[in-house]
């Protein structure tokens, strides 16, 4: 029986194209033309000011924070429900990790918790628009801006994806983003910071470049970092952008093709998508209503036997050792044990989607 990976990298654009046309002209490294090619071309599908590519998402959380200014004895709110490289990035500038609770339907961060983690000490806020839904960005900008706290938006699985039409990286003070190989847009690894502000960008892009002056080569003012994404990443993302929306309406079709499977199924849960949000289903992820992350896992250990590869919702980042805490975020630890990502790329086929949802239906029914 075929097996049927949870991700797949689809590269069926110029992708070999332009990274020959690197290989054969030797510009492979962090210079080259692909590179202002793609900030330019991001920034404009994003409709934003300013567009800095870097190594992977993670640094580009570390730049908007280094940007802002975040530091020691500063305190940074995010989701516990998200990726670790979202608390990491907290750390790696010195502050305090202070984490909120998700809301029910979307799973994103909950602005009523969110308000109620920010104290005198709150310098940034970071949110998580969670398995490509956007977060809602009105409550939460409302929130920061009566306060004078700057916003990061970690896009890392939202490109694409839009709050009231507007797209997510847009509203708050920086967009992050990454382009990991199993994202909607890859680049293999690869990140973006995005922002409206040309302070913030400048302030990014020396910090990125080893901090070296941009009027006089080789001189060093501050102390940076070796963040820059090489031209072959570049051109592999060009190509990628070039093919964004067909990427995009994929994505969708997929979801489609689930719901019209799973509508209705006894212990299934279905992913909301808001009346004011464009959800671009990074992963398409359901959970066993009830179960616990025991059962969950039996549920995905039958469904990997049956050669459909799964994976859990992330870990709550409070259950994580490196930022234990015994505070209790009972929504986000719900959804974090009883949810699966399944298996979500273009070029899944509607018959193995349909494969997997009779997989699904069977394991849910049958594991106790």
Same mark, same amino acid.
């Given at each position: ?24 002209? =030797? ?33 580009a959380l570390h730049l908007a924070l280094l940007a802002l200014d ?29 984490? #909120?609770?998700?809301?029910? &339907? ?6 009523? %918790? ?6 005198? &000490?709150? &310098? ?27 916003? $990061?938006?970690?896009? =890392? ?16 003070a920086i967009g992050t983003f990454s382009f990991f190989g199993n ?51 570049? =051109? ?49 992820? $359901?959970?066993?209503?009830? =179960? ?32 234990? %805490?015994?505070?209790?975020?009972? $929504? *986000?630890? #719900?959804? *974090? ?8 790329? #273009? ?15 069977? #394991?849910?029914?049958? $594991?106790?």
């Amino acid at each position: 029986m075929k097996r049927i990976p949870v991700a797949n990298a689809v590269l069926n654009g110029n992708e070999k194209q332009y990274v020959n046309d690197c290989l054969d002209t =030797a510009w492979i490294s962090s210079n080259g033309k692909y590179i202002a090619r793609f900030e330019s071309e991001f920034a404009e599908k994003l409709k934003t000011q300013h567009a800095l590519s870097c190594c992977n998402g993670t640094v580009a959380l570390h730049l908007a924070l280094l940007a802002l200014d975040v530091g020691p004895g500063d305190e940074v709110v995010c989701p516990t429900l998200t990726y670790i490289a979202t608390a990491n990035a907290v750390k790696y500038v010195g502050a305090q990790l202070v984490l #909120a609770d998700c809301d029910p &339907k979307t799973w994103c961060i909950s602005p009523t %918790s969110l308000e109620s983690r920010i104290t005198s &000490k709150t &310098k940034a806020i970071i949110v998580v628009h969670l398995y490509g839904h956007p977060v809602d960005m009105g409550p939460i900008m409302k929130i920061a801006n009566e306060r004078g706290i700057p916003v $990061v938006e970690d896009c =890392a699985e939202s490109l694409g994806a839009t709050y009231n039409g507007q797209m997510t990286g847009t509203i708050g003070a920086i967009g992050t983003f990454s382009f990991f190989g199993n994202k909607t847009l890859t680049t293999g690894e690869g990140g973006m910071v995005t922002t409206s502000s040309k302070v913030l960008a400048d302030k990014m892009r020396l910090l990125k470049g080893q901090g070296m002056d941009p009027a006089r080569r080789y001189w060093h003012p501050i102390v940076g970092y070796n963040y820059r994404m090489t031209n072959i990443e570049a =051109a592999i993302g060009c190509a990628q952008l070039e093919k964004i929306d067909w990427h995009l309406e994929q994505r969708r079709r997929v979801a489609s093709t689930y719901r019209r499977h799973l509508e209705g199924k006894p212990g299934i849960e279905l992913p909301t998508e808001a009346s004011w949000a464009y959800h671009t289903y990074w992963m398409f992820t $359901v959970r066993v209503t009830g =179960a616990n992350a025991e059962r969950r896992d039996r549920i995905m250990q039958e469904l990997d036997r049956n050669c459909i590869e799964t994976r859990p919702i992330f870990y709550c980042m409070h259950q994580m050792p490196p930022h234990y %805490s015994e505070e209790k975020f009972p $929504v *986000s630890e #719900a959804v *974090s044990a009883s949810g699966i990502n399944l298996p979500t790329f #273009a070029t899944l086929t509607d018959d193995e989607i349909a494969r997997v949802c009779a997989e699904l239906v069977k #394991a849910v029914e049958s $594991v106790p």
